[in-house]
């Protein structure tokens, strides 16, 4: 192997990109989890973690830039290392809802849950599970799979739909509980957006194996175009 | 295997400081004196030659005025002028010049430019055979075929010893020599140069004569400065095909002796150490010495030029 | 050629192939080279490609037995042609070499010789003002035509060399790894002018150094011996820069490009 | 600029005046091409005269029978016969004398066969012709010699013999050979070189690898280029200065008791060809101690060696093919030189084999200058057969020059 | 100028992401100027132009990634183009945020506007104008600019908050409007992202131009925290 | 060195100035190069990396009429002190030069000789198998060891070099571009040499590629001419690699590697 150090380089980016994605990983179900438990402290943990995600992926970005200004990428490790880019910062939002979901369970404060948490953590499971393998095929470069993830997308957008509805059957019931409606509608949505990033993640892996970028399907459908 | 360079364990301590080694400045003292030696020899030509004559400008009969200024050069019967053996030398000199140079130019150029790899590789090692011949075998080609060629082809003119068989014969002997380190000359210019011109749509001719020989020149120019040195200092062919005794003239057909000729015919035979006759060629080989001095530092510092362009 | 949107083509080769003796150094090779761009030879170290580049303007014909079979078609002539005279092809196919080589002139004459000798009978003063600006030399030079072209730098040596060049009005331009004899700024300045010349000619050029191809060139021919074994070069894949070095076909080329052939 | 303003001419107007270079170009180069034949016809004729004149016919005629010595045909004689011709024959102070020079059983048959047909049926030659006279005018020369020396033999001969080569010197050129001028011109050329090898490539290496750029040095360099413009008459007068008069004690060998000698001795001839080729070998050895890279040295220096580590194990080893080169050239032309060995006094006329370096001697090139100048033409003939001895000499010590050359091309 | 080829090249790339912002910021005036005449053509004009901003961003994305690996990019030149490939993903986004609100545009079909539409063209306007602005800086390099142009953002959140406001109350009063209410809820959101991505290319405008990374405000401070 | 949390230094200079004769090529450079790092030397041509690299084991003593000021300490030992053997110097600090220089014996024979020369005592065999595996030729070789070195190609050549010169255990390595007469892949392999060797080594390298500098280097010395009009170079500015390529602190030094320079 000519090019061991680069290709060591390479794989420990790759490590990072891992580790910060388990990072992102965990922060999603964890802040679904101290919701469901109502845990302030867990939540107030959770948005202390996302600093530590967005440094991470600084320092990843760095890293690249590095790499890429003085290894003199071409083809195929080009693509990776501009793609590569995309996915952190695809990942550093992707805590950034997971944050966003730890303030509203510390924006609820004394409130209690407006309904019991059955849909929401398993969009979260899904959605995390989702990013999990996007990463492995990543890092895999498995087109296949790449392929395959964004399509359970569906699911989570079946789900929200579904969370959605029930929550403005509960306004109409209850006009007052609007607002406790509204912040699991939020949490919803910030779910359902992760899947969405994975199907980017996804493209770009597919990107990077074979040189063709194209949109599996359009990050940009906001979730009241779906189905 | 435990790679015990890679650990780094000297396996001599790392002591900077300064060791004895007196074999070195032995060694460098003993090559010293070898190159020193050179100048020794240089300054014994000088003193020696310079000593005896001294002596011969030290007689009370010989003046420079006659030196310089008569035309006859007969030092045992007091005839001190030595014009005769100079315009010899010259006469000898410039044919052969006139001869070697044009022959010898054009056939480097053929040689550097023209020639194949394979024909040049055979061609020029028979040209430096031509140069590597003894002087006193070219001194038997000038007698006994130069001589005859010019009296059967210009009549009875042509005397039996004469100037223009030596000095063609000369040029014939230095022709190889300008032409090998013309030939030197003009492969040294690089390649690229050649090149450059074909690519910009020159002929072969208009790249060698418009480019390569301009860039070669003071190449050239050397070669030529060390045909004249050697022109004027080669003593056997005019020794054996020039004649004897002094003559004053610039007719080529006409039997002259030059200024070596002169020193060999005289000191072959059994000279006696203090005579005029014996200090007088010192004065003649002093002469020489110093004329051909000039020449080769003149050529030095042509060739000198010449190195610095390409280096 | 058929439709009137097919770009225009510089030279064209067809089944060339290029031989030492009986030695096939390049093989085989079939490029369109379009009119205006600058197109790039990359590949490793002995893969021909100076053979390739040398054999467009008969530059070989001075190797002894080397030959070419196939043809090289300009402007439907093939420059192999027994009725061409390669001095003809040299002087509309200039070429520029690894290391700067001005004629040991003066600036003034090294621009004015080949304008000379090629019976050009205009204003020289003017040419030669024309070609050293061409070359983006003439701000640095005029006050100096006439000092010796030796005292310039290697860069401005070298810019000289095109300027001399392009003052015989070539419509090819030939470069063998131009700059790789110059330091990086001054290789910079000469991919600048490679730029500011392709308005007007059509460059050919080999480098060693993939970046510059990857900079300068609109096409990129990739040269590689053409098997495991095999002793000789042929054009691996020839497509758009661009292509070539974001996602190329030839697994060879990506491995070259990427550093890791070998 | 616009490369449309067209002022070079096109198309056919091109054609025609590079038809018109072409025409000139050719021209030139036949003008070139004649030069060099010239050179190497030159060459030819030159090899041609000497052959030239070392073959033909000669006409002789014997002053006393040979049948007056014996009944026997000349050629059929063995050696104990010839022995016993010149002992009946000869007085016996010749033959004492002759046997006090060298033993006379232990000479060679064809030398005792000179020695009869010199002594005592005494030939005398009276004409000579070239090789291409005897071939193309056979018949004439024949009818000429029938005509003007009825006596005389013809007989067609090769000059260049055996006997020629092993034979000393002698007054009659029939009978004169060079072996006593080979053996003078090798022990000249030994003590030159032994003498000017280890000071020349002393003095190289000092100049390549020592000397720093300061004055000393710049004035040995310069110097040593110019001792080797010095024309060898010059050497030869200083060695008739230095060795044949200031250092005569030590060159005529009286310092070490011998006395019957001057200082025109081998000893003086072979310092003084040593100096003048001394130059020669410092340059060429110069010249190859720098074809050694200085990459080469510096990686030497870079892993700690010395400087004389470097230049023992590193310089010398790569330049020694160069140093070997030069030497052989040198070696050539202290052989071919004849000028300095005229002023230092070598005897034309040595006939017995020179013993040290004490001795009197001659050598080969001074047997060609002196035979050249003689008037009758059987001595040219020998002088033509001695250059070709010299000549086949200095062409084998060229092609072995050659031949170390190119065993070693440049390996950098 | 020895790198004109470069300078000329990053020129234009600044061009087109000049290009490309002007793209977006019509997209965003655009969409909620359609939304204000409940013109569905219009919307569906955004839809189909939104598609153009993408491919300009991957177009632009591309000539980076040659950019960077042919012209060996060191310092200044290598922080302005990595960061410009984030630029142009921000700008995408606002893109994307543009078409979300044709999308709802559309979504509400025949149903008339819950309320005047007075605070969120406003918003548009404030962050078309912030991003126009944060463009010029970034193409300027104008550090004082960059650093003044995020605090902006706080009128965007305070309108944005008081349309939330505004909007729970409606829905107080009238519990059948809350689709439509929550649609315009959407279309502010939106909005308020627009402005809080402005703060990004604000940061990465003073990156280039200081080689310092800071978060001048986390843009992950979800409208919810603000104030 | 005051605490033991100061990395360890292999050399320092301070206020070293180089002068060729009269003109000082070098001035006034005060560096601490850290043990077991990688430092790149890197600036336009002419101003003085070569002079000052040298300068660092005594190589420049060759040039005649150089000579410094300042010091270089090494353990805390002037390298210009009166008492010091500049051989034994050569003996620690190795060098690899610009163009592979193997001598012309045989592979073995390339490395035996510096180590015999230097009083090796312990098991050549030995010595020649690890110097090579240490510069990752063994595999490549180990079955031709007696072939001569310039059968190798060359890049193989110049590790080849680099073996010779761990052979004799120096503690600091200096390099003088000593990639740049090769390919490109060749010039990879050297890079991951270096990253392996610095592991027991101290390595400085001389390099005109600033991607190179940036690719090995743990620092980078900027050099540059010190002001307009003077012709001594000086470290102008002496820090992490990173920073130097990232975010340099003077203009200079982002003009050049920013290729804006001159
Ligand atoms: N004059 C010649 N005679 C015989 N073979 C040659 C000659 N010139 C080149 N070759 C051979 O032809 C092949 C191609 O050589 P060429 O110089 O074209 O390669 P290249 O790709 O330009 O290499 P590089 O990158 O080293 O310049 C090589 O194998 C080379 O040895
Ligand atoms: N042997 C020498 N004698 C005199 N001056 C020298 C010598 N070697 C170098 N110089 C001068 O010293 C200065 C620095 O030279 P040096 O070779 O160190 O530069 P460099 O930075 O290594 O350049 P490059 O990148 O071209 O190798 C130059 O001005 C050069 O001309
Ligand atoms: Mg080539
Ligand atoms: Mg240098
Ligand atoms: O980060 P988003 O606002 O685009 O989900």
Known sequence: ?????????????????????????????????????????????????DAAINKKRFAIENQLMILIATQQPMAHDLRLLASTMEIISELERMGDYAKGIANINIRMGEEALLKPLIDIPRMAQIGADMLHRSLTAFVKEDVEAAKAIPIEDDEVDGLYNQIYRELMLLIIQDPKSIERANWLLWVAHNLERVADRVTNICERTIFIATGELNEIKSSSDEFWMKK | MKNTIMENKNFRPLDLKKKMRPGESVIQSLLFISGVLSIFITVAIVYELGKEALLFFNNPDVTLTKFFATTQWQPGIGLFGIWPLVTATLTTSAIAIFVSLPLGLAAALFLSEYATPKARSTLKPILEVLAGIPTVVYGYFALLFMTPLLQSIFGESVQVYNMASAGIVMGIMILPLIASMSEDALSAVPRSLREGAYAMGATKFETSIQVVLPASLSGVGAALIIGISRAIGETMIVAIASGSGPNFTFNPFKAAETMTGHIARISGGDLSYNSIDYTSLFAVALMLFLVTLVLNLISQVVVERFREKYE | MQTNETPEYAIETKDLSIFYGAFKAVSDVNMLLEKQKITAIIGPSGCGKSTLLRAFNRMNDFVPNSHVTGEILMRGQNLYGSNIDPVEVRRSIGMVFQKPNPFPKSIYENIAW???????????????????????????????????????????????????????????ILMDEPASALDPISTLRIEELMQELKKNYTIIIVTHNMQQAARVSDYTAMMMLDKEGSRSGTVIEFSETKRIFTNPKDKRTEDYVTGRFG | MNPTDNHYPTGES?????????????????????????????????????????????????KNDPTEFTAKPLDDLNKQELLEILQT?????????????????KRSKSVLYTLVLERLIQVDTKKTWSMTDSILRGNEIKAEVAKKYPEAKLEFR?????????????????????????????????????????????????????????????????????????????YG?????????????????????????????????????????????????????????????????????????????????????????????????????????????ASTFISLDPEGPFSKFTALPIQVYQWTTRAQTEFHAIAASAIIVLLILLLTLNAAAVIIRNRVQRKY
Not at chain 1, 22 to 39: C, F, G, P, Q, T
Not at chain 4, 89 to 105: H, R
């Open chain 1, 1 to 49: 192997m000519i090019r061991k150090t680069f290709e060591h380089e390479i794989q420990q980016v790759k490590d990072e990109v891992l580790l910060l994605g388990s990072m992102v990983e965990h922060a999603i179900i964890d802040s679904v989890e101290v919701l469901k438990k109502r845990d302030i402290k867990g939540a107030e943990k959770i948005i202390a973690d």
């Open chain 3, 114 to 172: 080949g304008a000379r000798i090629n019976g050009f009978k205009g204003n020289m003063d003017e040419l030669v003002e024309q070609s050293l600006r061409g070359s983006a030399l003439w701000e640095e030079v005029k006050d100096v035509l006439q000092k010796s072209a030796y005292e310039l730098s290697g860069g401005q040596q070298q810019r000289l060399c095109i300027a001399r060049t392009i003052a015989i009005q070539p419509s090819i």
């Open chain 4, 14 to 62: 091109f054609r025609k005046s590079l038809n018109g270079r072409y025409r000139i170009a050719s021209i030139w180069q036949a003008i070139f091409f004649s030069a060099l034949l010239i050179a190497l016809l030159s060459l030819a004729a030159l090899l041609y005269n000497v052959v030239d004149g070392a073959f033909g016919y000669v006409a002789f005629e014997y």
């Open chain 4, 89 to 105: 024959n000869l007085s016996s102070g010749a033959y004492t004398k002759l046997d006090n020079e060298k033993t006379m059983e």
């Open chain 4, 158 to 234: 090769s000059w260049l013999t055996p006997v020629f080569l092993t034979t000393p010197m002698s007054s009659k050129a029939e009978f004169a050979g060079v072996r006593t001028a080979i053996l003078g011109s090798l022990w000249m050329v030994g003590i030159a070189i032994l003498f000017a090898l280890p000071i020349g490539t002393g003095a190289a290496i000092y100049l390549q690898e020592y000397a720093t750029k300061n004055f000393l040095n710049r004035i040995i360099q310069t110097n040593i280029n110019n001792l080797a413009g010095v024309p060898s008459i010059v």
């Open chain 4, 237 to 345: 007068m200083l060695g008739l200065a230095i060795f044949v008069r200031a250092l005569e004690p030590f060159t005529s060998g009286s310092m070490f008791g011998i006395t019957d000698t001057n200082g025109r001795t081998i000893l003086s001839a072979g310092l003084t060809m040593g100096i003048l080729v001394l130059p020669l070998i410092i340059i060429n050895g110069q010249e190859a101690i720098k074809a050694v890279p200085d990459s080469l040295r510096q990686a030497a220096y870079g892993i700690g060696a010395t400087r004389w580590q470097t230049i023992w194990h590193h310089v010398l080893p790569n330049a020694l093919p160069g140093i070997l080169t030069g030497s052989i050239l040198a070696v050539s032309r202290a052989i071919g030189e004849t000028a300095p060995l005229i002023i230092v006094g």
